[in-house]
Structure formats: C-alpha cells, structure tokens
C-alpha cells in the first residue's frame, strides 16, 4: 500500500513555500533521466561528476532525444540529435550541481511534501481523477506504462526534482519590488505611439534575384555538404493498430453492479478516509531564516504584534473569512477566506496540525507560531476516519477495473497478434482478430501515417527493423502497432537537376538576407537626409503602412512585437525616423506620428499586475545569478569535473567547453 498517496493535496504553500513551482528557463528536467551515483571523476563513458553522482552519456542522450522531439514535434532525425547533446549535458550537469548544492545544505523532502506534489497538475489528473486515488496496482501501472519507471524509481527521481526547486525557492526568498520600479515599469508598458512605417520583406528581396543556371550549379558544387543525403531514406510497412480506448470503453460497458461491488469489498483498504478537519485560519507571515540559520528577532516581534491585533479583531466578534481576505500571507486560501477542506494528519506544519485537531467545531484558537509564522485558526468541521461507500465511488471503481482488463486484453491481443502475423502473415492475422491491415506507401522519419496519431515511436522502431523481418510490436500512448517493413529506400545525395528548386530557393534565401540589409539601410539613410519617409519608400519600392495607437506589448502587422527592436519607437518624439530594423521575416523604417502619455490614474488599476511580473522578472535573474554562483564555486571547489573528451565525441567534437555557464 503506498500509504502517503492516499492524502488529499492543498497544502502547497506550508511544505514547500511560496516559489517551489518557479521554472527556470536553464533548467529540462525529464523522467527519463535519473540520478546516478558514481564516487570520484567521470568515469570512461560518463560525461561529468558532480560530488558523488554523475552525468552518464546514456542520460545525456535521453535528454537530447527530448529535446529534440519537442522541437521536431515527435519524430527526431538521427543526424540531428547530435545537436542538441552539449545543451542537455550542460543542462543536467547545472541539475546535479543544484541537487548537490541542496543536500550540502541540509535540504530534503519529505513523503508529505512528495504526495501534495503528486496531487498537483497533471499528476494529479492522472493519478487521482476527480480527486479519487486510482489505487496502488494502477499507480504502479501507470508509473512504468507512462515513464518506463519502476514506483521507487520515479519517486527518487520526483524526490531529485523537487530539491534542486526547494534550493531555487530558497535563492529567491526576499525579492521585492520598490513603487518607483512599479511606476517606471508602468511608464513603459503603457506609452502609446502611432507609427507610418515603410516595410521591405525577405519575399521581396527573393523576387529582385533571379538566379542563372550558371549560379546555380556553382552554388551546389560549392556546398555539396549540404546536400549530402538530403533525400532522406524511406521505409514501407504493413500494420495494424490496437485501439487501447476503444478496448477500454467496450470493458466499462461489460462490468456488472455486482463486479464492481465485489471488487469494492475486496479492495476496501484503498477507499479509507483518515481523520480530518476542514479549517480556516489567517497567516501573518513572519521572517524566515537567513543564510546562518537566524531569525531576524524584530521582524518577528512585528509579525507577532500584528497576529495579536487580528486576533483581538476576531475575538471582538469580526467576520472571520473578511479579515482572511484582508490580512492573510497565505495566497493558497487568502480570497477563499483562508478556507482549507479536508485536511489529514501528517499534510500540514506540526504546531498547525496539533492546534487543529484538538480543537471543537466553531472554536477559535490562539496564536499558533509555524516556520511561516503566525496562525489563527477557526475550526469548521471534523471528520472521524472511515471507508466511503460504494456508490461514491463505483465510477472510479468501474474506471479502474475498465483500465486494468483494457490494458490485460490489448497485451494479449498485441501478442497474439504478433505471433500470428509471423506465422501467416498480418493480413490474414489482421483480418483474423477484426483489426484494419494498413499498406503504406514509402514514408520518411516525419511523414504521419493513418491510424497512428503519434508516430515517433513506432518510426524509431520501423527504420530499426529489418527490411522482410519478423513483425515488431510498439507499444504507443493510445495503444500497440503490430507492423512488418515490406520495402527500403536508402538516404542518397540528389543531382543538381532533381534538387534545383531547392538549390534555387536556397540560393535565393541566402541573397536575400544579404539584399535586404542593403536596401534596408539605403531606405533609412534617404529618409532621414531627405526627412521623408514616403518618398524613400516609393523610390525603393517598399510598401508604407500606418499603425494604430500601439503601446509595448502590441502586435503590429509586418513588425511584430513592439517589445523588441521595434520599441526603439517609444523612446522617440513625433517626426523622428528610425534606423532599419531587422523583424525577422524582413525589415521595417517607421516614422513617429503620435505620442500618448499614460493617465497616472490608469495606475492604481494595472499596479498589482506590474508588481507581479516585476516580481517575476527578479526572481528569474536571481536564480539565473544563483546557479552560475553555484557551478562556477563548485567547479573551483573541484566538485564538478567534466569529462570533455566524451563531451565532444557525443555532439560531433564542436561547441564550447562545458565550465561555468
């Protein structure tokens, strides 16, 4: 029985603070990397140490492959995964130093902490649906047919994860955000300008060059690298598909009442209720430790007094969820009137959870100090421990029977299957089991094909069998293919004739880039000696629009964001030009029309959304600062040793040495 799972989750901000869930943008964590120990340097074949773990080439590979497919949308070209093996072995490398890091520091996580986290987000959605625990078997399940992880394995590496963001939360505690950062911020965001802008594209450049054959062919011999193997191999198969879903929604519909109540009578561990209490309560939050363990005494006296005069405000007889919403530090109940339901023993602070449940419903308690600070508690409700009946909870019985005899019947048909196609083959196996027979025609790495709406996997598989072999059996999200590979047509190098429209297009790209940055600049430089922007533009033929109104975070049509390059226009006056700027499909010249100030009014109503992205904004530079501070002393400290050799065999020998960041 996995005991800690069986606990509701809300309580997010006692256990792991107020920035667990900060995500630096540095940072991939994947499942399907996992934390190795490996005493001394890297050894032969491991990319890096770090203390006593260590960043094996099997890891990195695992991290490239994802990153990879997220960028290819699933199917990732062999040649390409080399390019993305120095990013992810920095990656981990930075991972394992903050998992060090943390450890040094005497940071750990708890089974508490590990459940409230599997309660959250998606875990949550797949492991308790609707709220309802899906049961150890079908976690279990669930964790090796979604990861490939044994239950202690994932937990470990879930455990790994939540520590390297226990010690970010720590490095970001104490950010603040002053009102002149609010109000210049404000200032930026909302100043407005209307623009006439002159607009060249790389599709116009494209059109000015007209290439000769002559070009061409000299343009391909030069770069023959480049299209070596462009005419990428392709493979032919034969499959059938297993429909996991529809063999699920055929065994709901054959479970019984008295199925399901017999498996509820067998499995009633699974539907125990704990003691529990439903509560509200207000946080006064009090300072936290610095870097030498200490409290700073008088911001604690403050947080006390302050917890002392909400209380006498409680006790006078004020409403208590209106005085939650008013003082309370706890932004995970504050607008709920510091309401929290259903909470068990072992899921909250220690001093919270002792005042809680000793209490009687409608009592008040006194000041209760936590390691977030001061508590006033309201007790609402008490709930003794006990199993919940059948009938709430046949839909998650029926669920989970329907999964498990699914998941039985499609192994079993994807066996059979199998067996049978490599003995008489799949379109007599096919038809045989009622399964649709699919003949492809050749498909390369990213072609989708019918029947199989995810098909990197079974690409993987199909451009590794052998060509007339066995059948091969993949097991997919939604289900297995059973398939054979009935043809092959090896990757070649094209000739000039079969590859010109592509050697012309690329020809032509590489011109224009050229062709634009000329006439961009010629464009600025006659508009400003003349100060006319519509003559320059009609003397080069560039196409001259007129904007609305636009501030900082607008999209402007052939611009694009003003955030970037283009918001040089905001910090110009009316009539001003501006120089050439590059927009990334072509380039613009805008002439300022008009200039609106913000109302200093509008301030008070955008001043809470401003404080929070600013805030935002200084957490993620803190952590960025922090994790160099951390690499760059712990490789001085020799605690990370990388092993570059390896490094540069992996990525193709090119890219910088991985030392600091």
């Known amino acids: ?20 869930f900060i995500i630096c943008a540095a940072m991939v964590w994947s499942l399907g990397v996992g ?131 226990k010690l970010l939360n720590t490095a970001t505690a104490g950010v603040e955000v002053s009102p002149a950062d609010i109000q210049k911020e404000f200032q930026r965001q909302n100043v407005k300008v209307k623009l006439e802008y002159a607009v060249l594209t790389n599709t116009d450049m494209e059109k000015l060059i007209k290439p000769g054959e002559a070009e061409l062919r000299k343009y391909f011999d030069d770069n023959k690298s480049r299209y070596a193997g462009a005419v990428a191999e392709k493979r032919k ?128 308690s006194g000041l209760v100090q936590t390691t977030f600070g001061f508590h006033i508690i309201q007790l609402l409700a008490k709930h003794p421990a006990g199993v ?108 000039f004739e079969e590859w010109r429209s592509h050697v012309e297009q690329d020809f032509k790209q590489a011109q224009s880039a050229t062709l634009l940055a000329q006439r961009s600049h010629e464009l600025a430089d006659r508009a400003h000696a003349d100060h006319d922007l519509k003559k320059a533009a009609k003397e080069l033929g560039a196409s001259v629009k007129t904007s609305d109104l636009v501030t900082m975070n607008s999209q402007v049509p052939d611009i694009g964001s003003m955030s970037g390059a283009p918001s040089a226009a905001f910090d110009m006056n009316p009539g001003e030009i501006s120089n050439a700027i590059d927009t990334g499909t072509g380039a613009v010249v805008f002439s300022v029309l008009d200039k609106q100030q913000p109302s200093p009014a509008d301030l008070a109503k955008d001043k809470e959304q401003i404080r929070e992205q600013l805030l935002q904004q200084k957490r993620q530079q803190r952590i960025e600062s922090f994790i160099t501070d951390v690499r760059s002393r712990l490789e001085k400290q020799g605690k990370i040793k990388i092993n570059q050799q390896e490094l540069n065999k992996i990525s193709g020998g090119g890219g910088r040495p991985l030392t600091g960041m």
């Open 35 to 165: 934390v190795f120990t490996d005493p001394g340097g890297p050894q032969q074949g491991d990319i890096a140490s770090i203390g006593d773990q260590s960043v094996t080439t099997l890891e990195v590979e695992q991290a490239a492959r994802n990153m990879a497919k997220q960028q290819f949308r699933g199917n990732v070209p062999d040649q390409v995964l080399p390019l993305f093996m120095r990013s992810a072995a920095d990656q981990l490398i930075t991972q394992k130093a903050l998992i060090y890091e943390a450890r040094r520091a005497g940071f750990e996580v708890t089974d508490g902490e590990l459940r409230d986290y599997l309660h959250q987000g998606q875990f949550g959605e797949l492991f308790f649906p609707n709220g309802n625990y899906v049961g150890d078997e079908a976690y279990e399940n669930m964790v090796q047919n979604y990861f490939q992880l044994g239950k202690q394995e994932f937990e470990s590496r879930l455990r790994s994860d939540m520590l390297w963001r």
């Open 388 to 495: 919940k009946p059948f009938n709430e909870v046949k839909e998650q019985i029926a669920q989970q029977m329907a999964q498990e005899k699914a998941a039985a019947e499609s192994d079993a048909l994807a066996a059979k299957v199998e067996n049978e196609a490599g003995k008489q083959g799949m379109d007599k196996a096919g038809a045989e089991n009622h399964l649709q027979v699919y003949h492809s025609d050749f498909f390369t790495h990213s072609d989708n094909l019918p029947g199989i709406p995810n098909a990197a996997d079974f690409m993987q598989a199909a451009f590794n069998a052998k060509v007339n072999g066995p059948p091969f059996n993949t097991k997919m999200p939604a289900g297995y293919v059973i398939a054979v590979v009935t043809g092959d047509e090896a990757a070649r190098t094209p000739g």
């Open 237 to 364: 198969a034969t499959y059938v598909v297993i429909d996991r879903q529809k063999i699920l929604e055929e065994a709901k519909k054959s479970l019984t009442p008295e199925q399901m109540l017999a498996w509820y009578n067998q499995h009633q561990s699974q539907f125990q209720t704990q003691e529990s209490v439903n509560v509200r309560h207000i946080l006064i939050q009090g300072p936290q430790p610095g870097p030498d363990g200490k409290v700073d005494q008088k911001g604690l006296d403050a947080a006390r007094a302050k917890a002392e005069d909400v209380l006498k405000q409680v006790r006078a007889g004020g409403n208590f969820a209106e005085l939650a919403k008013k003082y309370s530090d706890d932004p995970g109940s504050k607008e709920k009137g510091g309401e929290y339901d259903n909470i068990q023993r072992g899921t909250f602070a220690p001093e919270f959870e002792k005042a809680a449940f000793a209490m009687s419903p409608g009592e008040i």
């Open 1 to 20: 029985m996995i005991k800690f799972l069986q606990k509701s989750g809300k309580t997010q901000k006692y256990l792991l603070g107020g920035f667990l």
